[in-house]
């Protein structure tokens, strides 16, 4: 920090001179007042100039003040180790240097290239043209002396925005480029400070040399060199301070140096003034930087920019914008962006047009997402305009030009279900072709490819499939529904909910578990108008009640109590059990809940709304009053924080609310129920297995077990309900009154979200844990394809009131179910009627197709997606996910003999009690019930012995017809039949972390220590 007293011929100097730096971004200090007005006279182009700046190129100097400040930090860290004294200035950046790199690495990544040039510029008094928001951040920085502070930035982002209002893009940027001016003022800084630090190591040196020598010859000669030296406050002032030792050396030499500053017209006095002032300015501003790059780090800027947007004003005086979460409202700013980046309109005037709009409709919904018309396109909510069904309406009106992609996925939706199966059907078609061809240059004759592309058909429309759900994953962003913020405002009366958890009780441990869960429920969500409560059956009997079950229920009831005892409510309780009587099936032949959990909702629904013709036991309290919502959880699921909030946030929203037509019996807009995201626990502790850790780490887009983004909800708003997730009451019940006979559906959920509509929320999250033990998740897959085939009645009955798009998914999971017998044949064909080599190929073809998605992820994940990874922790995730990926492919091809097995009796076994027997059709085994089999080499022996028949049976047929493709059929009938043992031995418990062993000493110890840390906490913490 120095003065130069004659820039003009320090820089005629020498090579060995330091050069002049820049000057610090640094003007005359303005209070609010005067800061508001700057930004008018900005926005008016009344601004000449900016102090100090030249023109250059954003990310280039951002990279080179990187470089520049790198390079001081360095230099002056090794001053210091060698003893030298340093300024406060460059204590500042010693100290601070980590958060300058991370400010460095935010300012690069939130502005990049292509966003920078789209923001609106304005050209200066000396035609400087620059981006609006950058002139405004430079100017505050400039007038504050770079102290930071959000109410003095927001005056000026006010000033300018009273003449004309910044774009959304703009205010977002503001925080960044903020950072980005603070840095190119850190910058000039610790380059004056590096230059000062030479300064005084050529001023020592010069000092050292003229007080070494008795010379005056050379005394003079030394210092005739540093005449323009002479003219730095900085150089002066140290040499100053060397040579005042009073010897005849040192005084002749201040003789020159006053010579010299009064060649200038200067004096020692003056100097010394003015370099103490350039370092105390420096520091001050030094200091001002790296607190200011704090604060904004801490600022939340989204409150901030809430606070100062034009449009988010507008939105809040003139709709409920306000009321809604965070993530709808950026919506519905982003959709304002779009269509004005399209139009010939300002992002304000789009937002004045769309309240218009939204304003001029006629027409009210009532509270209870009832419309009183039964045109379902008649809404007054903004939404509907900005990211609803009525979009287009105010693209017209404003004269908005669709992109390319925007045309192009709304003619894709407008497709329905043909959007997929004729992609798909193309895919699989092109497979069939190149397999036929290579198959005939083999000279097979006619038949036998015809057999083979037959069987092949099959598994090649599940690579399809794969393949293409994952390409459009690439394309598309997941979508939000929109929503109210609950989680802040608390749920209202009207949005009164219930979560209820369906669950058999066959024994106090049953019932301590599910009260667990409850509470944990609670815990989780604890808005008052949240109610919770346990649906319960008793387990399937030849008797309708004995001894023990009356026990057990009398037990569920005293923990319910115990429940409401510990979280006291006022009016309803806050926790309930409704519990209901065996009746006695006649196509089951035992005494059962009557329609398990589906008779278990539907008997809920009438009983929330006064009819008391059900099987539910009489309840001690009434449930509570006008409940609109039902939240309906699984055993084995846990909610996230708030997430029941968030649900009901979303449905409770005009966008979302069912819109039910009496005469059409189906939900015309809206959504009768939401599906959340649904994710895998860890696996970790002692009942976590090999087989848990390999089958739930890898997400695909199988609806049963992972609820997650996909092209049915991105691109035809359409989700799968899973049996997780948030209902409408009354619309529930008016959607599917009379659609399902009794003693038909055992998989109900996909048929209830199909007739009721049903939305997949991908920002709420369920957690689920994913079975540990094979023979467990074998057990539902089996229930699961036997529920899907039941639903034949419903596909092809074209009065059933299934949408297209649901036919669909239904055909595609009987697709999924055939897949294993498929793949399975076409094996044991390929190993037939190919010779070894072209055997081998035809089984890496097979083994391909079933696993393409995988695989794809795999090679799409080799390149970065993202700047904010090392390359360390990129290629160690990719490893990770390749190791998983691997192992998922073998596991799955080593069970797939027991899965085709499976599958074919499941299929077999449902069409002939569908057309033959029409008994037991609601067969049920719960994941406890299957858990309690056992778990040794026998008992896995004794239920995959499918899986030992197919390996058997498939080795035989090619050895039969002498077919070298007998060898690897060997290679397969060993893993098939050795399957059994392999799903035992991944299914045992396994340490999946590493263990800490602990002496019982030790273990005593800790505990104390323990104690004693939680007794500070309890005593001293309020």
């Not at 500053?261 to 420096?282: C, F, P, R, V």
Request: glycine share 6%; with cysteine.
């Amino acid at each position: 920090m120095n003065i130069q007293t004659n820039p003009n011929k320090i820089e005629q100097t020498s090579a060995g001179f330091p050069l002049v730096t820049e000057a610090p971004i640094r003007s005359n200090f303005l209070p609010e007042d005067r800061l508001r007005a700057l930004g008018v006279a900005l926005a008016k182009s009344e601004v000449k100039d900016l102090f100090g700046l030249a023109p250059f190129e954003f990310q280039a100097r951002i990279r080179d003040s990187a470089k520049k400040i790198l390079e001081v930090y360095r230099s002056t860290n090794a001053a210091q180790a060698k003893g030298e004294t340093i300024t406060p200035a460059a204590q500042w950046l010693l100290d601070n240097n980590y958060l300058v790199e991370e400010t460095i690495f935010q300012v690069k990544r939130d502005l990049p290239r292509r966003f920078y040039r789209q923001l609106p510029t304005l050209t200066l008094g000396d035609r400087t043209v620059l981006p609006r928001a950058f002139v405004v951040a430079w100017s505050y920085v400039e007038h504050s002396d770079s102290s930071v502070s959000a109410n003095m930035f927001k005056a000026i982002v006010e000033g300018f925005q009273s003449v004309e209002p910044m774009k959304i893009g703009e205010l977002w940027a503001l925080p960044s480029l903020l950072r980005f001016v603070l840095i190119e003022n850190l910058r000039r800084i610790a380059v004056r400070v590096d230059r000062t630090r030479q300064m005084r190591h050529i001023a020592n040196e010069v000092a050292d040399r003229v007080l070494a020598t008795d010379d005056n010859a050379d005394r003079t000669r030394i210092l005739s060199n540093y005449s323009a030296h002479a003219q730095d406050t900085t150089f002066a002032t140290q040499l100053l301070y060397r040579l005042r030792d009073g010897s005849q050396n040192a005084g002749r030499a201040l003789e020159w140096l006053e010579g010299e500053l009064e060649k200038t017209g200067s004096d020692a006095e003056e100097i010394i003034i003015s370099e103490h002032q350039t370092l105390s300015s420096g520091n001050v501003t030094t200091g001002n930087i790296i607190r200011g790059l704090r604060l904004i780090n801490d600022v939340d800027w989204t409150v901030w920019f809430e606070g100062v947007s034009r449009i988010d004003t507008l939105l809040r005086e003139k709709t409920d914008f306000a009321d809604l979460d965070f993530f709808s409202r950026d919506q519905y700013r982003t959709a304002i962006e779009q269509l004005a980046r399209r139009s010939e309109l300002s992002e304000y005037r789009v937002a004045e047009k769309a309240i218009e709009l939204a304003g001029h409709t006629p027409g009210v919904t009532d509270a209870s997402g009832v419309p009183e018309t039964a045109d379902p396109d008649v809404h007054t909510d903004v939404g509907f305009f900005l990211v609803g069904p009525r979009r287009q309406e105010l693209e017209k009106a404003i004269g908005y030009r669709p992109p390319f992609y925007v045309t192009f996925k709304r003619a894709f939706a407008s497709a329905g279900w043909m959007g997929i199966v004729g992609p798909v059907f193309l895919l699989t078609a092109l497979l069939l072709v190149l397999s036929g061809r290579a198959l005939a240059n083999l000279g097979l004759s006619v038949e036998s490819i015809t057999l083979m592309l037959a069987l092949f058909a099959v598994p090649a429309s599940e690579g399809a499939l794969a393949f293409f759900n994952t390409v459009v994953a690439l394309f598309l962003k997941p979508t939000r529904l929109v929503g109210y913020d609950y989680n802040k405002h608390g749920i209202p009366a009207e949005a009164r909910t219930l979560v209820v958890v369906p669950s058999l009780i066959g024994s106090r441990d049953d019932v301590e578990e599910n009260i667990r869960n409850i509470e944990v429920h609670h815990l989780a969500n604890t808005a008052e108008e949240i109610h919770f409560a346990l649906l319960s059956d008793w387990p399937d009997s030849k008797t309708e009640i004995d001894a023990a079950d009356i026990e057990i229920l009398q037990y569920a009831r005293d923990e319910i109590a115990r429940l409401n005892a510990r979280y006291p409510s006022e009016g309803s309780p806050r926790f309930y059990l409704l519990h209901r009587r065996r009746l006695y099936n006649q196509a089951q032949g035992c005494w059962m809940g009557w329609e398990r959990k589906r008779g278990k909702l539907h008997e809920l629904n009438l009983l929330l709304r006064g009819d008391s013709d059900t099987t539910f036991l009489p309840l001690d309290v009434p449930l509570p009053e006008k409940v609109v919502y039902v939240m309906t959880l699984d055993a084995d699921t846990r909610t996230t924080r708030d997430a029941v909030s968030s649900l009901v946030g979303k449905l409770a929203h005009p966008l979302n609310r069912p819109h039910f037509d009496p005469v059409k019996r189906v939900v015309t807009a809206g959504y009768t129920i939401l599906q959340p995201r649904i994710t895998a626990s860890l696996t970790s502790g002692d009942d976590a297995s090999f087989f848990q850790r390999v089958f739930s780490a890898n997400r695909g887009l199988d609806p049963y077990v992972f609820a997650v983004s996909d092209v049915y909800q991105d691109v035809f708003g359409d989700g799968s309900f899973t049996g997780k997730g948030l209902y409408h009451v009354d619309a529930f019940e008016a959607a599917l009154k009379n659609r399902i006979d009794e003693n038909t559906i055992l998989s109900h959920d996909l048929l209830e979200g199909a007739l009721s509509r049903a939305a997949l929320v991908t920002d709420v999250e369920l957690v689920e844990d994913y079975p540990t033990r094979y023979s467990v998740d074998a057990s539902r897959h089996h229930r699961w394809a036997r529920g899907d085939w039941q639903l034949l009645g419903y596909i092809f009955d074209p009065r059933s009131g299934v949408p297209a798009l649901s036919r669909w998914k239904m055909v595609d999971n009987l697709r999924r179910s055939v897949t294993p017998i498929f793949w399975v044949m076409a094996c044991v064909a390929g190993w037939t009627l190919l010779p070894f080599t072209q055997a081998a190929q035809w089984q890496a073809l097979m083994i391909l197709s079933l696993f393409m998605a995988p695989t794809f992820d795999i090679v799409n994940g080799i390149l970065p997606k993202s700047g904010d990874q090392t390359p360390r922790g990129h290629f160690s995730a990719l490893a990770r996910d390749t190791v998983f990926g691997t192992a998922l492919v073998a596991l799955k091809v080593l069970l797939m003999a027991h899965l085709a097995w499976m599958m074919g009796d499941a299929i077999i076994r449902t069409i002939y009690r569908l057309f033959v027997s029409r008994q037991n059709l609601l067969e049920w085994r719960t994941a406890s019930q299957a858990a309690k089999g056992g778990n040794d080499l026998g008992a896995y022996y004794g239920m995959m012995y499918g899986a030992v028949i197919i390996g058997v049976v498939g080795l035989a047929i090619p050895v039969l017809a002498d077919s070298t493709g007998a060898f690897v059929a060997f290679f397969f009938a060993i893993f098939w039949i050795a399957s059994p043992a392999v799903a035992c031995w991944i299914s045992r418990s396994a340490e999946t972390e590493d263990r800490l062993r602990i002496s019982s000493a030790d273990i005593q110890v800790l505990r104390t220590f323990a104690r004693r840390t939680w007794h500070y906490f309890e005593t001293f913490v309020t």
